[in-house]
């Protein structure tokens, strides 16, 4: 196991700067999740952790050792940084078997042959690839290729493993199998698992702490999965961790009104002070009824768009010119007779809400 510190860390492409004195501390066995939109660095990073890049300037500590320090000189090569990496595309050896595969570190390493033999069976155990140990890489599937990359990443018993965007090529069904898995070998063994994704669903399903970086490389908030979703340290992230509503409400004496809407906001009290707010809140935030032309239930909404996803239905609800999403329970729908269509008039209600000073546009809920 391992932690890791990185300090005032920078790395520049020409004349553009991708990390700029970026700093992190990641927690001896502990599951990290590095969360952020393509390009914005944080394939960069794991790559300066370990050690196919150095950095411009910052340290880089991993358990302790000094492993990149410009300002001394000090960069220490992958192999001597005790990590495994499992990468987005596999990787695997074609013409090697899955035994070949995951022995190859070993192999390098001259390790002895039955200590050799005993720590491969052993990570192909961990990742339930056995009696798959002569099969090809042609003759599996994409998950067991993947569990291929995994069991060759663990057989070395690194202190850190760094996983980057590993499930992406994965359908939906592999991507939650494998999600599973990792959690599952990083309780079993105790290894430090620094993971990168833009998904933020397999973020928020396996790490212990996120971090999320916004487009420029800069760190925006860290913590908890629950603690990230539920208490957002702004728009930024409220937006990024899944489909945001955004309804701009202005202040006028002791009331709230909806902007283009005349009759008092009567849901969630903000816990902000200004004249100028915007409620936030996810689709699931949202109740519905049908409309019976009373101003105090809720607020006046059209359905744009109704849509059956199986265990759910999906609204687009025009709210005064501001479009929000609405997901409710299927079963709910049925016994409550909230199956509305395109053109019904409803009346939207909220359960809950993040609240942000300032308008702030309503984008990507279509």
Request: net charge negative; charged share 25%; hydrophobic share 40%.
């Amino acid at each position: 196991m391992a932690d890791i510190h990185i300090a005032g860390v920078t790395k520049r492409y020409g004349e553009k700067n991708v990390l700029d004195t970026f700093s992190l501390e990641i927690r001896d066995g502990e599951c990290f999740t590095l969360l952020g939109p393509s390009g914005c660095g944080k394939t960069v990073l794991l790559r300066l952790i370990a050690g196919f890049e150095p950095p411009d300037g910052g340290v880089i500590r991993i358990d302790g050792e000094t492993v990149a320090d410009p300002a001394s000189g000090l960069h220490l090569p992958p192999d001597q940084r005790g990590l495994g990496m499992v990468f987005q595309d596999y990787a695997v050896w074609p013409h090697r078997d899955v035994y070949e595969n995951v022995a190859y570190p070993l192999k390098l390493a001259r390790t002895e042959p039955s200590v050799l033999r005993e720590r491969t069976m052993r990570a192909i155990h961990l990742v339930g690839l056995e009696g798959l140990e002569k099969r090809l890489p042609s003759q599996l599937s994409g998950g067991q290729q993947q569990r291929v990359a995994l069991a060759r990443a663990l057989v070395p018993e690194p202190r850190l493993l760094l996983l980057d965007e590993p499930l992406n090529n994965l359908d939906a069904n592999l991507r939650e199998e494998m999600r599973f898995e990792i959690k599952s070998l990083q309780k079993k063994l105790g290894v430090t698992i620094l993971y990168i994704t833009h998904d933020q669903e397999i973020a928020l399903g396996i790490s212990d702490r996120i971090a999320v970086m916004d487009e420029h490389g800069r760190l925006r908030q860290t913590g908890a999965p629950e603690e990230v979703y539920e208490r957002p340290a702004d728009d930024f992230i409220f937006r990024f961790l899944g489909v945001a509503n955004l309804l701009p409400v202005r202040r006028e004496g002791e009331a709230l009104y909806v902007q283009g809407i005349s009759a008092p906001w009567r849901g969630p009290v903000p816990d902000k002070a200004g004249d100028i707010l915007t409620a936030g809140f996810r689709p699931s935030d949202v109740l519905l009824e049908h409309d019976n032309g009373d101003d105090s239930a809720g607020l006046p909404g059209v359905v744009c768009r109704a849509s059956f996803l199986g265990a759910q239905m999906d609204y687009l609800i025009d709210i005064a010119g501001t479009l929000i999403r609405a997901a409710l329970p299927a079963h709910e729908c049925l016994n409550r007779n909230l199956l509305f269509v395109e053109g019904d008039a409803c009346r939207v209600m909220l359960a809950t809400a993040q609240w942000f000073e300032g308008e702030i546009a309503n984008r990507g809920v279509l």
